[in-house]
């Protein structure tokens, strides 16, 4: 009797375990896969938070279903899995793929007293609005995370990240990136919370800098540098720079003419098959701009004027089915 009665819970639990693959997405599923380890699992999964160096990326050789992946990306900076098995590959990247950790640092770029309040006066809820971009943007291309971005707000840097200079060649601009990733690694990671991607964004009173650098993002460290303006006015513009530059990191690319900066048809347009063409109702996020007529465009002001373009959505591996 013994024997019947665990062959049929046996049975039982690989039923459940299949309807659980055939019915939940990846990202819920390995939620659930976290909770089965964390009450059940190996004893060393327990040890991790006194193992793990926030500030540092770890390894995962041999990850399967992620048992110890979903507890190493909530501990340190950044996860490599290396997973043999293209079923289990498969999984893991669909369950990981599009959460994205956003620490902002803002640093004061002047000496401005209307920057420095500024800076002081930012917080959680300021960056709010980039994350339900990208939650709006997500749903229209059925990504199965609901929410794909999530900013957190870090404590003001009173160190400057290095300059890069407008002529720069190739070897001073790549001795520039390896500089700039050194600082970010020493400047940031203070939290436990994971940092996927860190943004450095500078606050200039608009005053005095009327016009700011061009702000920049690298997919290698995923480490953008952001210049933005001290107002609230400029909230919105803002916004649609620092996730401009955060796609960039991503491995997102411009999509805008260098020469006049005009968005590049058809992947810089919102909607390449309007009828009739212009005025574009939104600007695409890596164009910036909103074409009016096939000769002039505009400057987006918020996020709310901006989408996310079918090339741009490939870039970072979204999915390519749209409603």
């Known amino acids: 009797m013994g024997i019947a009665i665990t062959l049929r819970t046996g049975r039982s639990m690989r039923g459940i375990k299949s309807l659980v693959k055939r019915v939940l997405p990846p990202p819920a599923t390995i939620h659930l896969i976290g909770l089965r380890n964390y009450l059940v699992g190996e ?154 991607i860190r943004l450095f964004v500078l606050y200039h009173d608009p005053k005095l800098t009327p016009t700011v650098p061009h702000s920049l993002g690298l997919s290698k460290g995923q480490i953008g540098v952001v210049y933005a303006f001290a107002a609230d006015w400029m909230n919105g513009a803002n916004d649609v720079v620092i996730a401009h530059e955060m796609l960039h990191t991503l491995g997102a690319t411009d999509k805008y003419n260098a020469a006049d900066d005009s968005p590049r048809f058809p992947d810089g347009y919102g909607d390449p098959r309007q009828v009739p063409l212009y005025p574009q109702r939104h600007a695409e996020l890596m164009a910036g701009r909103r074409m009016l007529a096939a000769d002039r465009w505009e400057q987006a002001t918020d996020l709310d004027e901006v989408v996310i373009g079918e090339a741009t959505a490939l870039e970072i591996r979204w999915p390519a089915l749209m409603r």
Request: aromatic share 12%; proline share 6%; charged share 25%.
């Open 43 to 196: 004893a060393e999964i327990g040890v991790l938070k006194d193992l793990v160096d926030p500030r540092r990326d770890s390894i995962d050789v041999g990850c399967d279903r992620g048992a110890y992946a979903y507890f190493l990306s909530r501990l340190s900076r950044k996860v490599w899995c290396f997973e043999p098995l293209p079923a289990s590959a498969a999984f893991l990247e669909a369950a990981f793929a599009g959460a994205s950790n956003v620490a902002v640092y803002p640093i004061a770029a002047d000496a401005s007293p209307v920057t420095k309040g500024y800076v002081a006066g930012l917080n959680a809820e300021h960056f709010q609005p980039i994350d339900r971009f990208f939650a709006r943007e997500a749903a229209r291309y059925h990504l199965a995370l609901a929410l794909p971005v999530k900013t957190r707000l870090r404590a003001e840097l009173l160190e400057m990240p290095p300059q890069r200079a407008d002529d720069d060649g190739v070897l001073r601009t790549i001795w520039w990136s390896l500089r700039l990733r050194y600082w970010a690694w020493h400047v940031s990671g203070q939290s436990r919370e994971p940092e996927d």
